[in-house]
């Protein structure tokens, strides 16, 4: 596994700290007045259609 190197160092230098926050970036593409869009996947509601897009 390519990642191994990168995991096996960020559990070492995480493993010196008291806390560490884990962070992550979730946007929403929010498309529900688009009708040309309506076939797009729903959001956090079934009314709200678009895409959720993950860095």
Not at 18 to 27: F, G, M, N, P
Request: overall charge positive; charged content about 20%.
């Amino acid at each position: 596994m390519i990642r191994l190197g990168h995991i096996d160092a960020t559990v070492e230098r995480i493993s010196k700290q008291r806390v560490v926050l884990a962070i992550q970036d979730t946007t929403e593409l929010n498309y529900t007045s688009h009708k040309a869009l309506a076939a797009t996947g729903y959001l956090d509601s079934k009314y709200a259609q678009g895409l959720k897009v993950h860095t």
